[in-house]
Structure formats: structure tokens, C-alpha cells
């Protein structure tokens, strides 16, 4: 099974240097090109099935993405971004005012009051791929739309199992960013195919930094 991570688009949070965690923010005027560019690029590839997490940016992103395709779109919980507690809504400048031991160190799986545990979030990941085995066959390709801080526990997941908190997380996960990873059902095993691709977003970029220009 061929399984595409995709992160959603610039969000007005992102745009403002917020820790949004599970809070909601829309995409902005860049987030909704950022998406209509990997919507594109999802014409390329064969897909059976949508999922999407159900927060606005993920799902405004997903929807671009099936006004391309004729394949349906569920919204699920499992592909929310992480809880970060009482961080979340603040910029990073703010949380390390009011919280100076998390500087330099990983916001998820953090000891942040409120927020998701390591726990929480493997358990969360054996859910979705528990969900994925159960309503797909090895042959077929799944997009995923979810958030940079999930797609990075993830795949951190997927190499170290349970034991991914205290592992270094070296994925950078960029807005709607492709990631492919394939998973053989009858061996259980995970191939990484690639992270972090952004190349339909070239486009976007040089249109952008136009705009920028012209203001």
C-alpha cells in the first residue's frame, strides 16, 4: 500500500508564527495556491481513497485535492496535529519567555500541561494504521492530509516503534510537502520512499516572490 502524507498548506497561524496545535486557523491567500499546486500534482498519481484530518487547514487543503479527483473524502480525528496544551496559540518567542526549558527541544512529546503524551500518540498512530489494514488492500494508494508535527512523529515512528520520544526527529515537513510511504501488509514492513517533496511547488514560489516583488 502506497501511502501519501501530505501537509496542508500556509495556514494564517503559520503565517504568524503561531503554535497551532489543535486549535483552528484558515489557509491564507499563499496556502490556498500552496494547495491547489500538490492538488495538482495529485493528478499524477493513482489514488483510491482521501483521508484528511478534520482541523480547517487540512481540510480546505484536502478539498482542493478532491475537486481534482473523483475519489471520496473522509475526515478523520487520527490525522489531527498534535495537542500542545497550553502552548498552543503562542509564538515560539512567547513560549520560551513563559517556559525557558523547552528552548531548543522538540514540542512534541514535550512535558507540556495538556498536551498529548509520547503515549498517546502511539497509540494514536497503531489507530490509523490499524484503520488503513483494515479498509485497503496492498495494491492501492491512500493520501493523507494531516500536519507537520503527526507526519514527523510518524515517520519517526515508523523506524524506532513506541520508543520514537526519545529519538531524533530529522524529518522537516514543509507546507504541503509529499511524503510516500509504502507498506507491504503481508510482510508488515515500511519503506520511507521519500520525504519532504515540494517540487510542484515552484510554481507557487516564483508567482509569490513576484507578488512580493510588485508590493
Not at 501519501?4 to 490556498?32: A, C, D, V, W
Not at 526549558?101 to 502511539?122: M, R, W, Y
Not at 488492500?137 to 491512500?142: I, R, Y
Not at 515500511?190 to 510588485?214: M, P, S, W
Request: proline residues 3%; charged residues 25%.
Amino acid at each position: 500500500m502506497k501511502l501519501y502524507f501530505i501537509r496542508h498548506g500556509e495556514s494564517e497561524g503559520n503565517k504568524q508564527g503561531k503554535i497551532q496545535g489543535t486549535m483552528n486557523f484558515p489557509l491564507s491567500k499563499l496556502g490556498e495556491r500552496q494547495a491547489e499546486a500538490v492538488a495538482e500534482f495529485t493528478r499524477s498519481i493513482p489514488v483510491n481513497q482521501i483521508y484528511t484530518s478534520d482541523l480547517t487547514r487540512a481540510l480546505h487543503t484536502a478539498q482542493a485535492i478532491t475537486q481534482k479527483l473523483t475519489q471520496p473524502l473522509k475526515e478523520t480525528t487520527l490525522l489531527r496535529e498534535v495537542h500542545l496544551g497550553s502552548i498552543q496559540g503562542k509564538t515560539r518567542e512567547d513560549i520560551y519567555t513563559e517556559y525557558p526549558h523547552l528552548k531548543g527541544k522538540p514540542l512534541v512529546g514535550a512535558d507540556i500541561e495538556g498536551a498529548e503524551t509520547t503515549d498517546d500518540l502511539s497509540e494514536r498512530c497503531e489507530q490509523l494504521f490499524s484503520l488503513l489494514k483494515e479498509k485497503h488492500k496492498n495494491d492501492e494508494s491512500v493520501v493523507l492530509v494531516s500536519h507537520g508535527g503527526f507526519i514527523s512523529m510518524v515517520l519517526t515512528y515508523l523506524i524506532v516503534g513506541k520508543q520514537w520520544g526519545g529519538a531524533n526527529r530529522p524529518f522537516v515537513i514543509g507546507n504541503t510537502s509529499v511524503s510516500l510511504v509504502e507498506w507491504d501488509l503481508e510482510s508488515n514492513r515500511f519503506y520511507i520512499d521519500y520525504t519532504n517533496r515540494t517540487a510542484h511547488l515552484e510554481a507557487v514560489k516564483a508567482d509569490h516572490q513576484a507578488r512580493k516583488g510588485i508590493l
